[in-house]
């Protein structure tokens, strides 16, 4: 789980630092529940949402087209947008 655990948080903060967003508070825990998800499901998928395709895998689709920028962070609250 650890190498696991250290390539999604390198994958997302690299994210993080190319868009100008900041991971949350309590990002540790929710980039764990999606290490599980990927140990019993077989992907990165996002927590939050019930459909596992390509399109829900983490950084999914919608935050990778904007949906923080709108929302103020993502479905799951990893990734949030920097406070100006």
């Not at 993080?16 to 990165?44: F, H, Q």
């Not at 929302?71 to 406070?83: P, T």
Request: charged share 30%; with cysteine; proline share 5%.
């Amino acid at each position: 789980m650890d190498s696991d655990l250290e390539n999604l948080r390198n994958r997302v903060v690299a994210f993080c630092d190319e868009r100008d967003y900041s991971l949350a508070p309590e990002a540790e825990k929710i980039l764990r529940d999606i290490v599980r998800m990927k140990e019993t499901v077989g992907g990165y998928y996002c927590p939050c949402r019930e459909r596992r395709h390509p399109d829900t895998v983490c950084v999914c689709k919608p935050v990778r087209n904007g949906l923080v920028d709108v929302m103020g962070s993502c479905f799951c609250n990893l990734i949030v947008a920097k406070k100006s």
